[in-house]
């Protein structure tokens, strides 16, 4: 055993340099090896989450800022949204765009998720719409899910996948049916302001939702 006292806390932080603007959304990877960032500077970025050196070439091919990225359940995939309105997927090892990119909203996409068994792609947009693809093909699942009157901040799959969650300017909280892209009840209300975020706690049970109006909230599903 060896002993011994920290000399200075909180630790210095790694300085992580390479965007040229605004870092708009990080994730770490599912197996934490790995973290990612999108940038305003129409880039994303691969790290390596223990030394904070950057895996391979920044990821290029938005003509706009990035507003969302998401790692897919097996880590070997990622994918953004734009305020070029377009949707792509990345390979993670290789860096190479995946297929086209998904194009369908009229407005910037502000939110994107993968659902827990990877297969579908979900996507918020200031177009006041969420929609969901189809994450082979690339193509759009069903109908545009329209309900929201303002912009779609944020989204969320519940981790049964069955649900998804979406938080809105029109400072509301909706709960649809993955599979039929039909709403689930009313729209949540009480945020006095814009809704920013919304999470799934992990079994599901609860909704923790971030606003404008400096507050977060718990809902019961």
């Not at 009157?149 to 969320?156: H, L, Q, R």
């Not at 300017?169 to 945020?191: F, K, L, Q, S, Y």
């Not at 302001?193 to 507050?215: C, E, K």
């Amino acid at each position: 055993m060896q002993n011994g006292k920290v000399l200075s806390w909180p630790a210095p932080p790694l300085e992580w340099i390479g965007h040229t603007s605004t870092v708009s959304c990080i994730r770490c990877s599912p197996n934490g090896c790995h973290v990612a960032t999108a940038s305003f500077d129409g880039t994303i970025r691969i790290w390596d989450a223990e030394t904070g050196t950057v895996v391979g070439a920044p990821l290029e091919g938005h003509s706009g800022w990035v507003e969302s990225i998401a790692y897919s359940p097996d880590g070997r995939y990622i994918v953004s949204g734009s305020g070029d309105k377009t949707i792509r997927i990345w390979d993670t090892e290789t860096g190479a765009v995946v297929g086209k990119p998904l194009e369908g909203h009229t407005e910037k996409v502000s939110a994107v998720a993968y659902s827990p068994d990877g297969s579908h792609i979900v996507s918020g947009s200031f177009d006041t719409t969420v929609r969901i693809w189809d994450h082979k093909t690339g193509a759009a699942v069903g109908q545009p899910l329209i309900g929201h009157t303002n912009w779609v901040w944020s989204i969320a799959h519940s981790p049964d996948g069955r649900h998804i969650a979406s938080g809105s300017g029109d400072r509301t909280i909706r709960i649809w049916d993955a599979e039929t892209g039909a709403a689930v009840g009313n729209p949540i209300r009480g945020h006095a302001r814009g809704v920013l975020s919304v999470a799934y706690s992990p079994n599901g049970q609860h909704i923790v939702s971030s606003s404008f109006d400096a507050t977060i909230r718990i809902w019961d599903c």
